[in-house]
């Protein structure tokens, strides 16, 4: 007798209405790589992260705590700090970042004879000007005293009231009259011999009254004290400093009125009466 095969029944879980089966193996895509997912990242943190980054440092720099308030100056010792601030120009009540530092620099250098000067922010509201002067080591006679630095750059700035602490410099007509080369290395010479006697015989150094430069044959200082001169000349000067000091100490003990003595030929002292 033949039987009847039995269908095998289904192990398929069924659904419940309004849902679909789910096919095998169904993709809705295909999927990105790990490094590419790594590198769309990498790409969006840093574009992104600069424009937000930039954009809220504009922010942050446009507050009213970076408005210029103040304008202040360093390193002037004979240049008037006022006089720095009125020539600066600076602009109060801007913004601190919208300050341009070269023109106020150009102004500067036009207006005052100083070595250098350097702008520069101090936040939030400050503008700091520092200058780094020429010193002046003497004072040139001419109708008015006007100071002058060791490499023979007049000084405007500094004038008769430094005349009790620097040498006065005589032989030089006016400032441009220093323009003739000849001029200004008569100029030069007479502050290397300061120089020189201020190395060698401090003492001395600080008893000058005056330096003439006129004549270089006949180069040499002029003692506050006594009005003494003594003449020096344009070369050896290391030989005659050192017997400088002891020649001058010597001419109060001679008993004669001596208007000047003259060392130029060290060995032979020659002196001159009044």
Do not use: C
Not at 70 to 84: K, M, N, Q, W
Not at 208 to 225: A, K, R, Y
């Amino acid at each position: 007798m033949l039987r009847k095969k039995k269908k095998p029944v289904s192990k398929t879980t069924s659904w419940k209405s309004g849902r679909s089966k789910p096919t095998k193996n169904r993709r809705s895509g295909k999927r990105m790589s790990g490094f590419g997912r790594f590198l769309i990242l990498a790409l969006l943190v840093v574009f992104g992260g600069r424009f937000v980054a930039g954009a809220i440092l504009e922010k942050v720099k446009s507050h009213p705590v970076f408005t210029v308030r103040r304008v202040v100056v360093e390193g002037a010792d004979y240049l008037e700090p006022e006089g720095i601030i009125t020539a600066a120009d600076v602009e109060t009540g801007v913004n601190i970042f919208d300050v341009t530092f070269e023109p106020i620099v150009t102004r500067l250098d036009e207006k005052f004879a100083a070595e250098d000067f350097t702008v520069f922010r101090r936040l939030p509201d400050t503008i700091t000007i520092r200058v780094r002067e020429r010193k002046p080591v003497a004072l040139l006679n001419m109708n008015e005293l006007v100071g002058v630095d060791e490499e023979g750059v007049p000084l405007p700035h500094i004038g008769a009231s430094m005349a009790e602490t620097l040498p006065i410099i005589t032989g030089i007509r006016n400032i441009s009259s220093l323009a003739d080369t000849t001029v200004r290395d008569r100029l030069v010479k007479g502050i290397r011999l300061l120089d020189s006697i201020s190395e060698q015989s401090p003492s001395v150094y600080g008893r000058i009254s005056e330096v003439d430069v006129s004549d270089m044959t006949e180069l040499g200082i002029t003692l506050i004290d006594n009005g003494l001169e003594v003449i020096i000349g344009d070369d050896e000067w290391s030989r005659k400093i050192s017997v400088l000091e002891k020649v001058i100490n010597k001419v109060p003990e001679n008993g004669e009125k001596i208007k000047a003595i003259d060392i130029r030929f060290a060995e032979k002292i020659f002196f001159r009466k009044k």
